[in-house]
């Protein structure tokens, strides 16, 4: 004879079972779907995020690899929101506020908007290679991915901050490669490495800092462009490249075509004491 207890037995069973059961297959897949498709509305509405902090937290959050941020910031245009997202990956990585000698200067945190805007400007056409002299702690090796070079060259005199930068690139092995050593003394052919080549004064003695943008200048390949940010040693390049340099004392890019040297002063500075309009390629005259 049927026994209704049996029955309600069996229930209880089946019940218990479909609660413990490991979620299947199709579950975790679905999970996995649901993960991406939060990054993805997450990163379709970036331009909402205007505190770097809770831009931070969102990206820490939702998990999203730096490389997930790089083709992100190169799909989106916006050097506000770049500069942002760069930020929001590097803001929590070391660096090595040490000089690695008493004539250089320590590393520092960057103001990247400046970085990003400036060098989307300076950038030309088929620039493919990026190069950072004096590449600290990674960081500019990263923003330029972001902005879209294909591969990022950084050499670095500090070996804490050489191994710093490779423990932060380590996801872009293809994309990057860092070299120890001393930018006054490494093989001239380093510099024909790069079709764009920056730097942000890496030595504080002037006479130094001339060397080392004429050595860097003396040997960039044809159609390169070397952007320095603080060149405040114009008299110094002056006499030693025998080149009319101005004085700006901020961002200078010179260009080299043809064999020939043009600059620009990217940014109409308020320390100019050049009365020329440097916002467009000029050629460099010897004198």
Avoid at 35 to 53: H, I, M, P, T, Y
Avoid at 277 to 287: A, F, I, T, V
Wanted: glycine share 6%.
């Amino acid at each position: 004879m049927f026994n209704p207890k049996y029955l309600l037995l069996c229930i209880v069973v089946l019940a218990y079972s479909a609660c413990t059961e490991k979620p299947t297959a199709q579950a975790q897949g679905n999970k996995k779907v649901d993960s991406l498709a939060l990054k993805r509305e997450f990163l379709e509405q970036g331009e909402v995020f205007f505190n770097n902090d809770r831009l931070k937290e969102k990206v820490q959050s939702l998990n999203l690899s730096d490389r997930e941020v790089m083709e992100y910031c190169r799909k989106n245009k916006d050097t506000g929101l770049r500069a942002k997202f760069i930020g929001a990956v590097y803001s929590g990585k070391e660096y090595n506020d040490k000089p690695a000698k008493s004539e250089f200067w320590a590393a520092y945190r960057f103001n990247l908007s400046m970085f990003v805007e400036t060098v989307s400007i300076v950038r030309e056409a088929g620039q493919k290679t990026f190069m950072d002299i004096g590449s600290g702690n990674g960081e500019k090796l990263f923003g330029a991915l972001c902005l879209g070079f294909e591969k990022a060259y950084g050499l670095e005199y500090s070996e804490k901050s050489y191994k710093q930068s490779l423990k932060h690139l380590a996801n872009f092995t293809k994309e990057t490669e860092v070299t120890l050593g001393d930018a006054l003394a490494v093989d001239t052919a380093y510099f024909k490495k790069a079709d764009f080549l920056y730097m942000y004064s890496p030595i504080k003695d002037n006479d130094m800092m001339a060397s080392l943008f004429k050595r860097a200048m003396d040997n960039m390949k044809d159609g390169a462009i070397l952007l320095e940010v603080r060149c405040v040693y114009g008299k110094e390049l002056r006499a030693k490249t025998g080149y009319l340099v101005p004085t700006i004392y901020s961002w200078l890019a010179i260009k080299k075509a043809d064999g020939k040297y043009y600059y620009k002063n990217v940014i109409d500075s308020a320390y100019s004491y050049d009365s020329a309009d440097h916002r467009e390629w000029q050629e460099l005259k010897k004198g």
